[in-house]
Nanobody
């Protein structure tokens, strides 16, 4: 089992940047694929980005592509989501998640592909 704790959220003006971190403890972080999701009030949790166990494969939602970058440092048991050119519509609670799937799978682009979740960190983008 792995425990996940997100940090780095906050209030930022439109056009600004934030870097979210996801610190993992418990079992070896490098055994898990990792993803970032977000949930705005009244909306379903949606996929933002995913990264493979090795970090060699990544994928993004359409809204994140070109603005966000997912990465991981297995030596530090930490994953990251760099968010640039933020927009008010990016406002949401952001969650990191870990998956026991060691091979890349389309399921990693959905909540169904993940086994462990953090508590979330709030990102608010003002216009």
């Amino acid at each position: 089992q792995v425990q996940l704790v997100e940090s780095g959220g906050g209030l930022v003006q439109a056009g600004g940047s934030l870097r979210l971190s996801c610190a993992a403890s418990g079992r070896t972080f490098s055994s898990y694929a990792m993803g970032w999701f977000r949930q705005a009030p009244g909306k379903e949790r949606e996929f933002v980005a995913a990264i493979s166990v090795s970090g060699g494969t990544t994928d993004y939602s359409g809204s994140a592509k070109g603005r966000f970058s997912i990465s991981r440092d297995n030596a530090k048991n930490t994953g990251y989501l760099q968010m640039n050119s933020l927009k008010p519509e990016d406002t949401a609670l952001y969650y990191c998640a870990a998956s026991i799937k060691r091979l890349w799978s389309p399921l990693l682009l959905s909540t169904a592909g993940y086994n462990y979740w953090g508590q979330g960190t709030q990102v608010t983008v003002s216009s």
